[in-house]
Structure formats: structure tokens, C-alpha cells
């Protein structure tokens, strides 16, 4: 009797696992929890308002969580490279959702108000507070590029 009841409760924990279990599903991958911890480290701008960026431009983001602070390269308004630093602040809004701010070092004026969209581990979108068309798709990277750290790589090719 035991062992009739034992292979009853196999069959019908298989039954329930069985059909959950398919090959042409894929596996979602979860968001994390957007916070100064998930920002932490380098971010490569992989895509604006829904197209690449040209080839040569780039813009690379780093945010450290320790001390809230970023540092940017870019040269995406200019031929030659831009290195830029500042402080971050990361807010939850009711409505929003969670908006990164931030300000630039040595009286630069403001970096902007974004709303985090989506966070992943390698993959991050921001929309410009205040408008639904500026949409900046950020993508982990193990660092910026070294040449572009010692201003080398200044003008487009």
C-alpha cells in the first residue's frame, strides 16, 4: 500500500513538472534592483533614441557607489574627447520610478534628471527626465578603453 501511494505522488509531481518544461520557451532575464550598487562600475552608451551611435563616437560612464561620483568620457558633440566628472544622486519617485541626477564638477552646471527604464547586469536604459524621445541604452563594460583614458583617441576617424 505505502509503495502504491509513494509511485502515486511521483506520477503526479511529474505531471505538474512535466508540461512546465519546454524548449521552445526562453527564460526571461529578471531586472535587478536599480541602486547605487547596480550602477556601480563602467557603462558603454550602446544606442540613442533608437539608433546606434556613429562610427568612431563613443561615451563611456563610470559610477562609483562608494562616494556617488561618476566620471565621463565622450566626443560625441566634438571632435575631440571630453573627460568630465561629477556627483550622482539616485531618487525613487512615486510615479517615475527611480531618477538618476547628477552634476558636473568645477561649476559645469547640471548632467540631467534621467528616469532608469530598465536595469539589468549588463544592460541599462535611460529616458531624459521631461521628454519621451531621448533614450540612451547603456551596456557593461570591464572599463573605458585605455587610450581613451590618456586622451589618445581624440578625433573621429
Known amino acids: 500500500m505505502m509503495k502504491y501511494f509513494f509511485t502515486l505522488i511521483v506520477c503526479a509531481l511529474m505531471a505538474c513538472v512535466l508540461p512546465s518544461c519546454s524548449d521552445d520557451e526562453q527564460t526571461p532575464v529578471n ?9 556601480d ?8 533614441n533608437g539608433a546606434a551611435l556613429l562610427e568612431g563616437q563613443y561615451v563611456y560612464i563610470t559610477f562609483t557607489r562608494r562616494d556617488h561620483t561618476f566620471v565621463m568620457y565622450d566626443n560625441t558633440n566634438s571632435m575631440y574627447s571630453h573627460r568630465r566628472s561629477g556627483s550622482y544622486t539616485m531618487l525613487q519617485d512615486e510615479k517615475k520610478g527611480f531618477v538618476l541626477t ?14 532608469v527604464t530598465e536595469m539589468k547586469a549588463d544592460r541599462m536604459v535611460l529616458i531624459k527626465e521631461g521628454t519621451s524621445a531621448e533614450v540612451s541604452v547603456y551596456t557593461r563594460t570591464n572599463g573605458v578603453p585605455s587610450d581613451i583614458e590618456k586622451g589618445s583617441r581624440s578625433v573621429i576617424r
Open 102 to 115: 547628477g552634476e558636473y564638477d568645477y561649476e559645469l552646471g547640471d548632467w540631467g534628471s534621467y528616469i
Open 31 to 39: 531586472p535587478i534592483e536599480v541602486s547605487p550598487m547596480s550602477l
Open 41 to 48: 562600475g563602467t557603462w558603454m552608451l550602446t544606442e540613442w
